[in-house]
T-cell receptor
């Protein structure tokens, strides 16, 4: 069993829909990261959180430390949000990644 | 561009050949990480350096793999006697230890294909 599990693996949506991606982990962590990966490989950091909730524009990330669970929400989704979204947990100085959720948003 | 750079971006090699990849981190970052990503999977940790010291290596890093960061700046990852199973995207990231979140900044990756 992977230490970091994401669901769903694939997600398609119509433009404007509300998106939720889930991440569960089984190990003790110091922080949880959400990252975005576009075709070709480039990975950028979206959020880093250790408790509660953070919001950047249309993106919201939440974490429940007791339940070892985090969610990434995208409000009013847009085709440019199409990418792979990866959850990663930080243990000591390294990241342990989930397998990613491939999101496609259609106009 | 002052981001993390990797060279080459693509490498095609025949089984049994040696390959070497280079990563140049963001200049003030003294932590440097190597990850491997296969199709449909998330990145997997390989190794990391703080300055020139290699602090941790994954069990994924077999004896055919070696990484160096001789002057604490750029790093190289060498794979000897490549196998088809080594085909993957090799990602480098760097971070600044003064950052409490240890945010990692990723390079574009080197895609290795072993024929």
């Amino acid at each position: 069993k992977n230490e970091v599990e994401q669901s769903p693996q694939n997600l398609t949506a119509q433009e404007g829909e509300f998106i939720t991606i889930n991440c569960s982990y089984s190990v003790g962590i110091s922080a949880l990261h959400w990252l975005q990966q576009h075709p070709g490989g480039g990975i950028v950091s979206l959020f880093m959180l250790s408790s509660g909730k953070k919001k950047h524009g249309r993106l919201i990330a939440t974490i429940n430390i007791q339940e070892k669970h985090s969610s990434l929400h995208i409000t009013a989704s847009h085709p440019r949000d199409s990418a792979v979204y990866i959850c990663a947990v930080r243990r000591t100085d390294k990241l342990i990644f989930g397998t990613g959720t491939r999101l496609q948003v259609f106009p | 561009d002052t981001g993390v750079s990797q060279d080459p971006r693509h490498k095609i090699t025949k089984r049994g050949q040696n390959v070497t990849f280079r990563c140049d981190p963001i200049s003030e970052h003294n932590r440097l990480y190597w990850y491997r990503q296969t199709l449909g999977q998330g990145p997997e940790f390989l190794t990391y350096f703080q300055n020139e010291a290699q602090l941790e290596k994954s069990r994924l890093l077999s004896d055919r793999f070696s990484a160096e960061r001789p002057k604490g700046s750029f790093s190289t990852l060498e794979i000897q006697r490549t196998e088809q199973g080594d085909s993957a995207m090799y990602l480098c990231a760097s971070s600044f230890p003064g950052d409490p979140w240890n945010e990692q900044f990723f390079g574009p990756g080197t895609r290795l294909t072993v024929l």
